[in-house]
């Protein structure tokens, strides 16, 4: 198991700030538990579908580190629709 280096993290989590790096790096985590991890970030619903059981462990840890800079609702409310977020004409 090779354990996430500052670069593995750095490649992995752009804008990752110091002090997320330091986190990541202290938990121990294999570079295939973060990357398990963002696989949970992008879209749980296919691994929930292929029957793989929510993250645990480091992975766990990892996932409530990565929604840690995940931008909140209030941050993306800036005038104009959220990216992703249907505008009136798609509704």
């Given at each position: 198991?090779?354990?996430?280096?500052?670069?593995?993290?750095?490649?992995?989590?752009?804008?990752?700030?110091?002090?997320?790096?330091?986190?990541?790096?202290?938990i121990g985590a294999?570079?295939?538990?973060?990357?398990?991890?963002?696989?949970?970030?992008?879209?749980?619903?296919?691994?929930?579908?292929?029957?793989?059981?929510?993250?645990?462990?480091?992975?766990?840890?990892?996932?409530?580190?990565?929604?840690?800079l995940e931008p909140?609702?209030?941050?993306?409310?800036?005038?104009?629709?959220?990216?992703?977020?249907?505008?009136?004409?798609?509704?």
């Amino acid at each position: 198991m090779k354990r996430v280096t500052r670069d593995d993290v750095i490649k992995a989590i752009s804008g990752a700030d110091d002090v997320t790096i330091a986190q990541i790096i202290g938990i121990g985590a294999s570079v295939d538990e973060l990357a398990e991890a963002q696989a949970w970030m992008i879209n749980d619903e296919p691994l929930l579908n292929a029957g793989k059981p929510l993250a645990t462990g480091r992975v766990r840890e990892l996932v409530d580190i990565l929604s840690e800079l995940e931008p909140s609702e209030d941050e993306d409310d800036r005038g104009g629709p959220a990216i992703g977020s249907p505008t009136i004409d798609q509704a």
